[in-house]
């Protein structure tokens, strides 16, 4: 029998042993089963109400309220992650995508935008194909960026908090292995057409999955927290206008 099993086992047998006790002492005192057992039946006819308001009303406010603290700090692991690599990665592969004029407009987000117009965003990037020219990568400049952010990729891996967020996971994974890929080469230039297509299709499946994590991030700032907000929309990647400092 496991511990958690035994310790609650114990603790069951110990409460229904202190409740037969306290009847019993109800019973020595004052000699009268009649009220006793009105009180035990009423307080049995109560029990599926008591249960209702703590598993069904009372559990739930508390998991609801746990869940958004839970998102909360997860949010917090997504902005260290995009303050720290996400964001300079962005403006990396965006800048080797081909086809990015055609939507890169339509990415600079403005201070007045409402959640209807990050959703129309993010269901033009549904129908938009990510593509990342690997001539236009300056791939000994991105192996030496990735690799210089492992530890911290690792510790944000770490986190068991990511893998409540599919798409950032599948993020992070798609990362991680573009960095050992990475790491695993020498000399770039002299790497096959086969190969450099391999890493392509890599820096691809990060590209397309970093972007919408990024356009939801800002959706989740300009809500909650505008000062935020202010700075990530001056650091833009896709606005070739966008300067830090405020004007």
């Given amino acids: 029998m496991k511990a958690d099993t035994r310790w609650k086992l114990i603790v069951g047998m110990g409460l229904v042993t202190l409740s037969i006790v306290l009847y019993a002492a109800h019973y020595l005192v004052f000699h009268d089963e009649h009220h006793l057992f009105i009180f035990f039946i009423g307080d049995l006819a109560f029990v599926p109400v008591e249960v209702l308001i703590v598993t ?4 739930q406010m508390l998991e609801s309220r746990e869940r958004q ?3 909360e700090k997860l949010n917090m692991v997504i902005g260290t992650f995009f303050a720290t690599i996400g964001t300079s990665l962005l403006s990396q592969l965006s800048r080797a995508d081909p086809g990015i004029s055609s939507i890169e407009e339509r990415l600079v987000i403005g201070q007045d935008w409402k959640n209807n117009q990050f959703n129309e965003v993010l269901a033009c990037l549904n129908s938009y194909t990510c593509t990342v020219g690997i001539d236009r990568v300056d791939k000994e400049a991105l192996r030496n960026f990735l690799s210089g952010h492992e530890d911290f990729l690792i510790r944000i891996m770490e986190n068991p908090m990511i893998f409540e967020h599919e798409s950032f996971t599948d993020l992070i994974l798609a990362l991680d292995h573009l960095t050992k890929e990475m790491k695993a080469r020498g000399d770039f230039n002299a790497l096959p057409l086969r190969d450099l297509n391999h ?3 890599d820096m691809r499946r990060v590209y397309e999955r970093l972007v919408p994590e990024w ?9 909650h927290y505008p000062y935020l907000f202010s ?3 001056r650091t833009n990647p896709f606005d070739s206008r966008a300067s830090v400092v405020v004007h």
Avoid: N
């Fill in 215 to 223: 356009l939801k991030y800002m959706e989740y700032l300009k809500t």
């Fill in 69 to 71: 603290q839970r998102i």
């Fill in 231 to 233: 700075l990530a929309m």
């Fill in 199 to 201: 890493l392509e299709g």
């Fill in 56 to 59: 069904l009303i009372i559990d």
